[in-house]
């Protein structure tokens, strides 16, 4: 179920290069998680598509399904950012959406959705706010769960970012005195 969510914050991002989720599995991925307000329209907005493709799937043992893969890790691309150890997660829901390598890479945009961005513009980047369009499905078979596929992120404004500062040539110590033909 298509699902566009506004104003939130982009945590974590492979959106230019696509990553092997496990080392050597051979099955590269672009990714993007979200931090999202509990109780935001945003919010709501992935409740109901969860709901949706959940009754759709797994009809009457929707219910007990969503409880139990909102309740364990690696089922559920919505989890509850409090159970996690990494800077803005606590008091906001979390959302990991990933894409395929083979299904080619998510559409990045800036403000004007005219511009397609590039890992060299800069942005977006863990930290900033966006806007994103993903597919909410349920997985049946093989690792069953809740699921999102990213499909497009949409640069909104600029934000504290969670990778830090960039370094600059500057931040490095000046070694021209210390090097010897020995070490050339």
């Known amino acids: 179920m298509k699902v566009v969510i506004k104003n939130v914050v982009l945590r974590f991002s492979d959106i230019f290069e696509a990553k092997e989720f496990k080392s050597g599995d051979g099955r590269p991925r672009f ?22 493709v959940m009754v759709e799937t797994w009809k009457d043992k929707a219910a007990a399904k969503t409880k139990a893969f909102m309740s364990q890790n690696g089922q559920s691309c919505y989890r509850d950012g409090n159970n996690m150890e990494y800077d803005g997660c606590v008091g906001n829901m979390f959302l990991a959406a990933h894409r395929q390598a083979n299904s080619g890479a998510p559409k990045v945009v800036d403000r004007s959705r005219d511009v397609d961005l590039s890992a060299a513009s800069g942005k977006p980047y863990p930290g900033c706010t966006v806007n994103a369009v993903i597919d909410i499905w349920a997985q049946t078979g093989e690792n069953p ?8 992120v949409q640069f909104v404004q600029h934000g504290e970012p969670f990778t830090g500062s960039v370094a600059t040539a500057d931040d490095l110590p000046d070694l021209a005195e210390d090097i010897s033909d020995d070490l050339v």
């Open 31 to 52: 990714s993007a998680s979200f931090l999202v307000e509990p109780g935001s329209e945003n919010d709501k907005t992935i409740r109901a598509a969860i709901d949706a």
């Open 145 to 152: 769960g809740i699921r999102a596929t990213l499909n497009a």
